[in-house]
């Protein structure tokens, strides 16, 4: 006791670290936490940190996955920009792919949101039955919009003939073939609406209530009530949209397998071609990691610029958490 | 707006619903009585009528197709109704595929994925959330930060790992990424979850002599139930459906979980027409559990959703 208390206190915080008031039993709480989050951290590290290095090292090297990397500089991206026939196509399909969906994914999944936050009698079911497709596998719903997309014993052109509307070859067609995967993955579209309608139901009712004494009609309820309580939602749908469109791969693979011509063939695709392809070609992983940091840091623009200027159309009441 | 015919028209609108009897139970209760508009009503009942068959048509057809004979899927123009039901079709097109093996493959790989992903969540979002220690920031914003890594980049230098350690054509890649805390998205909502949860709870469990361990699941799972049944069923989801990954890690058909192996059911024979009933037929038995766990599920799926939107929104 003596010597504790002719201790410098210095010697006595180093003990119990004075930092926002950790609890005495600082030292057992710091093992017992970094056992419980051990599992994490080390998937942290093996699943973020070393791919990250590891891909980019890669993107600079000659590699067919059986003999060393060779180490070749920038020469894969000079290759990709200035020689490679199918990279910028891929890139201009990529690039419309995100143009066409992402704008239309988020204004039927706000449109069906606010459908959906209204109350009339049936108004669950169209809830539930409107999310559906998320929930079923990807590859059943995508093979199964194949099938509906057949130009002769299809289910769309017959609806259209039904309806005397003009029909399409849809997926054998170069120009249709993006805009049917387009379709396709709007099929999906409750995945978008379940996150507004929840955005949505946060918006306290005394604002509308506030609106209607006012005399407001529904248009400027919508966009001076409605889209900015749901702005900072609305930045996260740009982003996971727009992040998770840059990596399409299922429908494009399944659908078409980039065809016809380039039209679909997507950055993902020509990743996985380059990669993976079992289609008797030697996988060229340095070349495919090239592409990867393309994508990838096309995607990190698009967080950047979107988070960057979201300050100029996101609501904030810039209350302190 | 409000004139005498009004009513007959949205009774007779909301006589066509299924959701009558609803409605009446709904309507006496605390809410004023609605101004009745008829003109509206009637369209948003045909609005609500088009969503639900553009969702609910196509699985609708995807049955007629499984039921159809293997011929009858080529009349020109298709008949939307089956001629004759062939039921052998839910029996034949499985065997084709050999539907058992690529069901227990994913069975086995989905129910591990699931308990490893929520687990190692859980674990996370507990430590994170209540015990204090030095780094707890710099880790949450990691995991966080995490979220918008775009998986991409993992492709190539993992499958280089897992191959140079002999996991490649195991179910191993598949599987114990899940047990390594393996979706930030997981961990995020298990943090706000526990974060929401009175501190005196572990005092008392303290007090009462319990250790960090007892307290997360003898106090703490219990008490977050709803948490992990929507990890649990967004994990179920994630894992019954992923496609590449299984599709880049397993070579031998015989380890393919039924994503890979619909595909190839369709795409493998190139040249070959599919045999589109029989494949519906068994793309209907794909989609069942998920289907079954949705609807029994429901508020959870809405529930956990609506959680990540209003907690991210703060």
């Not at chain 2, 070579?251 to 040249?271: C, D, Q, R, T």
Request: proline residues 7%; aromatic residues 12%.
């Amino acid at each position: 006791m003596a010597v504790t208390a002719s201790a410098p206190p210095r010697g006595r915080r180093k003990k119990a670290p004075g930092r926002g008031g950790m609890s005495r039993n600082a030292g057992s709480d710091t093992r017992a936490a970094y056992l419980f989050i051990a599992p994490a951290i080390i998937g942290f590290t093996v699943f973020v940190v070393y791919p990250l290095i590891r891909s980019f090292y890669l993107s600079l090297t000659k590699y067919n996955g059986l003999t060393d990397p060779v180490f070749v500089g920038f020469d894969n991206f000079r290759r990709l920009f200035t020689v490679d026939p199918a990279f910028w196509p891929s890139l201009r399909a990529t690039g419309y792919l995100v143009v066409l969906y992402v704008p239309l994914s988020l204004a039927i999944g706000l449109a069906l949101a606010m459908f959906c936050n209204q109350r009339f009698a049936g108004v669950r079911i169209v809830r539930t039955l409107a999310y559906l497709p998320v929930v079923l596998p990807a590859v059943a719903t995508i093979t199964l919009w194949k099938f509906m997309l057949n130009p002769q014993v299809g289910l769309v052109n017959t609806i259209l003939e039904k309806l005397h509307l003009p029909t399409s070859s849809w997926l054998g067609s170069s120009t249709m073939s993006m805009p049917s995967i387009v379709l396709v993955m709007l099929w999906g579209v409750g995945g978008t609406m379940i996150i507004f309608l929840a955005a949505l139901q946060a918006v306290p009712t005394e604002l509308y209530e506030a609106a209607k004494v006012d005399g407001a009609g529904s248009a400027s309820v919508f966009f001076r009530i409605t889209l900015p309580m749901i702005s900072p939602i609305m930045l996260l749908q740009v982003i996971l949209q727009t992040t998770a469109a840059l990596q399409t791969f299922n429908q494009p693979k399944i659908l078409t397998g980039g065809g016809p011509g380039f039209s679909t063939n997507v950055l993902m695709l020509s990743i996985y071609n380059n990669g993976f392809s079992n289609l008797g070609r030697i996988p060229q992983l340095g070349y495919a990691s090239a592409q990867v940091w393309v994508l990838f840091v096309i995607i990190i623009a698009v967080i950047a610029l979107t988070a960057k200027f979201s300050s100029l159309w996101t609501y904030s009441d810039n209350t302190p958490d | 707006m409000t004139t005498l015919p009004t009513d007959a028209a949205e009774a007779n609108a909301l006589a066509d619903s299924p959701d009558r009897a609803e409605a009446n139970r709904r309507t006496p209760d605390s809410r004023p009585p609605r101004r009745r508009r008829p003109v509206r009503t009637a369209s948003w009942y045909v609005t609500a009528l088009f969503i639900c068959s553009v969702m609910v048509v196509p699985l609708l057809w995807m049955i007629t197709i499984g039921l159809k004979s293997r011929t009858a899927v080529f009349e020109v123009p298709p008949r939307l109704l089956p001629h004759e039901f062939n039921w052998s079709n839910f029996i034949d097109g499985p065997k084709a595929i050999n539907f058992g093996q690529l069901l227990l493959n994913s069975t086995i790989i989905t129910v591990l994925c699931v308990l490893g992903g929520v687990l190692t969540a859980m674990m996370a979002g507990y430590a994170l959330a209540r015990l204090r220690f030095p780094g707890r920031k710099l880790w949450f914003y990691l995991f966080v930060g995490s979220m918008l890594l775009p998986g991409v980049v993992g492709l190539i230098p993992l499958f280089q790992l897992y191959k140079s350690i002999g996991w490649y054509d195991t179910w191993l890649p598949l599987i114990v990424p899940a047990f390594l805390g393996g979706n930030p998205l997981f961990i995020f909502l298990a943090r706000q979850y526990f974060l929401a949860i009175p501190y005196s709870i572990d005092e008392a469990a303290k007090i009462d002599g319990a250790g960090h361990f007892r307290i997360f699941t003898q106090v703490m799972l219990p008490l977050t139930r709803p948490a992990w049944i929507t990890m649990a069923i967004l994990a179920f989801q994630a894992s019954w459906n992923d496609f590449l990954n299984p599709l880049v890690y397993l070579y031998s058909s015989e380890k393919w979980p039924l994503a890979v192996g619909m595909a190839s059911f369709i795409s493998a024979f190139a040249g070959q027409t599919p045999d589109w009933s029989y494949y519906m037929a068994t793309n209907l038995l794909y989609m069942l559990p998920p289907l079954i766990i949705f609807f029994a599920a429901q508020r959870y799926f809405i529930q956990g959703l609506g959680s990540l939107g209003s907690t991210t929104q703060k």
